[in-house]
């Protein structure tokens, strides 16, 4: 059931009282798939511009591949501030200015002279950008579904399979035309179409109680009125159960009333007789919550991240010099890269398919998921000509759309953190996650230039892979024993307060009236 927006319509949240599975959630998803093409398509796609960079620059694989390697270490290094400006200042904002930063970094690398040129206007500048853009978009449209969550994000995270398999050749065929600088002056235009994205991010707001403080019954002022206007006697059934002292003053109306609870039952009884035109305070939302990093589950779902991502971006970004390395043409090379792409994309909407069924534990999917990709990793060095190299690009694109389509989304399942903490875990998740980011790529550039053979980037991302399993194998066993300690802690301390409570509460309210009455009499 949907609360419609008095004031601006066009800006102000969306306020529902339960999670709609849909609604504006639908256009938030379109949104998404764009600026998922725009960020991450944009950057698994850079592997085009890998040799034309060493041959400009003359430069090494490993200096090379730290401009990626920057950009995703400040991508994801930034993600709690990403979290404390959405929060602050809202979604939408957020991703438009990520959208300029992007747009405004790629242009400019277009110009660069030095490969320190690019670290600075690719990998800090639009590395910035893309954090703003991503994470809160991807946040924002998880609160917006629940049943659906896993299978609309699934298939709004394919717009970055489709951008690696439109613009890879794409962009190859451009260079031939105009080279490679004012290629990548047009990809940073392109990125400016970020900002109409973020433009339809409006905020959502769920407040499952606003019908039960309207429905309460009209009475309930008329007969406080008749308390007030009966001061005088303080021993009335009224006021012993209330708990309220009330004064003697005209001005004590229901709105304007102070008075002193005695119990816990007057902050409830005092906060419905407030006007039906004056607004509750709203909580304060903290910017940023760090408690998560309590949960024993949340670590080890983070530390799976931290390897993971060392098989992320290594693979699409050495993918082409590994086949031009085994005599594989460019226009082969680029086809390649572009099955890989849509391969993922079936992952993708497979795993949200799988996912989106009840019951099921997603979190022991995800681990197949992770397994099997890291075999996919292990198989590229044994690849050796067109066919086997494009087997297994295929293999590894579908297993990769299983876990890069999933991972963050299921952060708001119960088993890692829920969706009440969503937004400050994403932070903190992808932050960890520059770690991985930082050395991922250059430590695949070093055994690389150390053993001249692209595959051995692949053993390194084969065993990063490895110990993510590891680690996210540990999720559900740290989640069911800090839910089993959580009960034993809450069956202990109600066995403690329950003892101390009357056997009869009429009883306790009488005692009270006869300690009020005693204390009147020797005031007197």
């Known amino acids: 059931m949907t609360v419609k927006a008095v004031k601006m319509p066009c800006t102000a949240p969306n306020v529902y009282t339960k999670v709609p599975d849909g609604g504006w959630g639908w256009t938030i998803a379109f949104a998404?798939?764009?600026?998922?093409?725009?960020t991450y398509g944009i950057i698994k796609s850079f592997g085009v511009f890998f040799n034309d960079l060493m041959e400009s620059f003359d430069e090494t694989n490993s200096r090379i591949s730290w401009i990626i390697s920057i950009c995703v270490f400040v991508q994801t290094f930034t993600a709690p501030l990403s979290t404390v400006l959405s929060n602050?200042?809202?979604h939408r904002f957020v991703v438009m200015a990520g959208g300029v930063l992007i747009s405004t970094g790629m242009v400019t690398a277009s110009f660069a002279r030095t490969v320190v040129d690019m670290y600075v206007t690719i990998g800090v500048i639009s590395g910035l950008g893309y954090c703003l853009s991503f994470l809160p978009?991807?946040?924002?449209?998880?609160?917006?579904?629940?049943k659906r969550r896993s299978l609309v994000t699934a298939v709004a995270s394919t717009g970055e399979c489709f951008a690696v398999f439109s613009f890879a050749p794409a962009i190859t065929a451009l260079k031939e035309q105009i080279g490679w600088r004012y290629s990548l002056l047009s990809v940073g235009v392109l990125q400016l179409s970020i900002v109409i994205c973020g433009s339809l991010l409006r905020p959502i707001i769920i407040k499952e109680q606003e019908e039960e403080v309207k429905a309460q019954p009209p009475e309930e002022p008329t007969e406080t009125k008749y308390m007030l206007e009966n001061e005088q006697t303080r021993t009335s059934i009224e006021s012993i159960d209330s708990g309220v002292e009330i004064t003697t003053s005209p001005s004590n109306v229901p709105g304007n009333t102070k008075a002193e609870p005695k119990s816990q039952e007057p902050k409830e009884h005092v906060q419905i007789l407030v006007e039906n035109n004056s607004t509750l305070p709203e909580p304060k939302t903290k910017l940023l919550d760090f408690s998560v990093m309590r949960d024993y589950s949340f670590i080890c779902y983070a530390f799976f991240g931290l390897f993971a991502t060392l098989g992320f971006f290594a693979p699409s970004l050495y993918i082409?010099?590994?086949s031009l390395s085994l005599g594989i043409g460019k226009d082969h090379s680029a086809y390649i890269l572009s099955a890989m792409a849509i391969a993922e994309v079936f992952g993708r909407i497979s795993a949200g398919w799988?996912?989106?069924?009840?019951?099921?534990?997603?979190?022991?999917?995800?681990?197949i998921c992770v397994v099997l990709l890291s075999v996919a990793l292990f198989a590229f060095p044994f690849a050796s000509e067109f066919w086997g190299l494009m087997t297994c690009s295929i293999f590894f694109g579908f297993m990769l759309g299983t876990v890069a389509g999933t991972h963050i989304p299921l952060l708001a399942e119960d088993d890692v953190v829920g969706i009440a903490k969503m937004s400050s875990a994403a932070g903190v998740y992808v932050f960890i996650q520059s770690l991985a980011g930082l050395a991922g790529p250059p430590l695949a550039g070093v055994l690389v230039d150390m053993t001249q053979n692209y595959s051995s980037a692949f053993y390194s991302c084969a065993a990063g892979m490895v110990l993510g399993a590891v680690f996210l194998s540990l999720v559900r066993p740290c989640k069911a024993g800090l839910c089993h300690r959580q009960q034993q802690c809450t069956e202990e301390s109600t066995a403690e307060v329950v003892p101390d409570l009357p056997d009869d509460f009429i009883e306790m309210d009488i005692g009270k009236a006869e300690n009020s009455g005693k204390g009147c009499d020797s005031v007197a």
Not at 137 to 146: A, N
């Open 88 to 90: 602050r200042f809202g």
């Open 320 to 322: 082409i010099p590994l």
């Open 354 to 367: 799988v996912l989106n069924k009840k019951p099921i534990r997603k979190i022991y999917i995800e681990l």
């Open 32 to 38: 998404f798939f764009f600026v998922e093409a725009l």
């Open 137 to 146: 978009t991807v946040t924002i449209l998880s609160q917006y579904f629940d």
